[in-house]
């Protein structure tokens, strides 16, 4: 099993940056592509981001992609997501998982499992 912990989140200004990370415990996280997801308050979560598990491949929503990059280390079992470029509409709790049923889509949250409690992301106008 993959337990994760999120963190980095924040208030930041319009056009600002931060760094989100993904601390995985567990022997098996190079065994998951990991993914970014994001839910605003009344809204649906949404897929972000996600990184295959060996970090050679990324895939973005279309509304972040230039502004953010996901990427992983799994020598330290962490993912990474960073984000440019923030906008208010960026504005969410931020959360990260495990693709668990590597046979399907990226873009589909009930295909991933062990889910981070979520850090929040605040991006004033």
């Known amino acids: 099993q993959v337990q994760v912990v999120e963190s980095g989140g924040g208030l930041v200004q319009a056009g600002g940056s931060l760094r989100l990370s993904c601390a995985a415990s567990?022997?098996?996280?190079?065994?998951?592509?990991m993914g970014w997801f994001r839910q605003a308050p009344g809204k649906e979560r949404e897929f972000v981001a996600a990184?295959?598990?060996?970090?050679?491949?990324?895939y973005y929503t279309p509304s972040v992609e230039g502004r953010f990059t996901t990427s992983r280390d799994n020598a330290k079992n962490t993912a990474y997501l960073q984000m440019n470029s923030l906008k208010p509409e960026d504005t969410a709790v931020y959360y990260c998982?495990?693709?668990?049923?590597?046979?399907?889509?990226?873009?589909?949250?009930?295909?991933?499992?062990?889910w981070g409690q979520g850090t929040q992301v605040t991006v004033s106008s």
């Open positions: 567990g022997r098996t996280f190079s065994s998951y592509a």
């Open positions: 990184v295959s598990r060996r970090g050679g491949s990324t």
């Open positions: 998982a495990a693709h668990i049923d590597a046979s399907g889509s990226y873009y589909r949250p009930d295909l991933y499992g062990y």
